[in-house]
């Protein structure tokens, strides 16, 4: 039986008790929507596709770790996807065992690879010859301590203990204890969220071709109509050695002039451009912007050359 489409669900990194369902509980329109724990970036993805579910929350980028590239893929190959906001939540771990464990009984490591990567300091430390398995999410890491005895210890968020009957072994091991993670809403919609004068936009372009310079010529899209950049990335294409992509954050939204107009001038240089939306900012802050470039000057300049072509000026 083809499965009946509920597009009012949330899909989320799962089980209860992630970050990723922290941060889907900032979403208002979410609040008493049924959602949907999944077990992996591809999953909530295919859940908007399939139009199973409305939109799905996934994590982008790490303060310390840097962008998920899992994410940063999706959005680059599955079509038709937006991101319909930005959602900021503080990380910080702690080490959990099954009852009566100490840290000397600690060999093996079920951690998420993102939540792993930024504990290395405390782990080099404290577990120098430790081995790790990657879990699906910082929950199912330690839930997965009562599947099997494969390994002795997880790595999750402070609040598991409301989940799970375990033993707290170490608290804030994270590198950093002001740690946060970015994460988005992502919807199939095309109806692009209202411009508030703090937002983002966000896209995915590639270089033309081989030759020396075109990186910088594609940042002066950008540069030439003063529209800031607050992200950055290169990512593999995947099909030979290096070529890459670019992820690339804007400060401003498509409906402003300079941001427009900055697009515009990257579909003509570059082959290959994914709008993946504009949105607004999670700090809220304005986007300043030199008032050289504000909408009003690119309309007298559209309305000039209009005058122009029709010989009224
Ligand atoms: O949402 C979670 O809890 C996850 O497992 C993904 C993750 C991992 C590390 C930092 C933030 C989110």
């Keep these: 039986m083809p499965e009946t489409p509920q597009p009012e669900t949330y899909s989320y990194l799962g089980p209860a ?46 303060s310390v770790e840097g962008g998920v590239s899992a994410t940063q ?16 939540v503080p990380v910080n771990f702690v080490l959990v065992a099954r009852r009566g464990t100490t840290l000397a009984d600690v060999r093996v490591i079920n951690a998420h690879p993102v939540a792993y990567a930024q504990c290395h300091v405390w782990l080099d430390a404290n577990l120098p010859s430790h081995g790790h398995i990657p879990a699906t999410s910082n929950v199912a890491a ?9 390994a002795d210890a997880a790595i999750a968020p402070p609040g598991i203990t409301a ?4 033993d707290v072994l170490a608290e804030n091991i994270g590198d950093n204890p002001n740690a946060v993670t970015r994460f988005i809403l992502v919807s199939r919609t095309t109806t692009t969220p209202a411009a508030t004068g703090a937002d ?23 540069a030439t109509r003063g529209v800031n950049m607050s992200l950055l990335e290169s990512r593999p ?8 992509r670019f992820v690339i954050d804007l400060d401003g939204h498509i409906d402003e002039e300079r941001v427009a107009d900055a697009l515009m001038g990257l579909r003509r240089f ?11 900012r999670a700090d809220g ?18 309305d000039w050359l209009d005058r122009l072509k029709s010989g009224l000026e």
């Design 142 to 150: 330690a839930a997965s301590l009562f599947d099997s005895d494969h």
């Design 285 to 302: 802050i304005r986007v300043k912007f030199d008032q050289r470039y504000g909408d009003a000057v690119f309309t007298e300049a559209r």
């Design 270 to 280: 570059s082959p290959n451009v994914t709008f993946l939306g504009s949105y607004p």
């Design 73 to 88: 893929d999706a959005l680059a190959s599955i079509p038709h996807l937006r991101i319909i906001g930005e959602y900021l």
């Design 163 to 166: 989940h799970h009957d375990l």
């Design 237 to 244: 294409i995947g099909d030979a050695l290096g070529r890459y």
């Design 17 to 62: 008790g992630t970050f990723t369902e922290v941060a889907l509980s900032q979403v208002a329109a979410a609040a008493g929507k049924p959602w949907r724990s999944v077990n992996n970036v591809g999953e909530a993805l295919d859940d908007v596709v399939s139009g199973r579910s409305a939109a799905a929350m996934i994590a982008i980028e790490n």
């Design 200 to 222: 983002k936009t966000s896209i995915i372009a590639e270089l033309p071709d081989d030759r020396a310079g075109s990186l910088l010529e594609m940042l002066e899209q950008f």
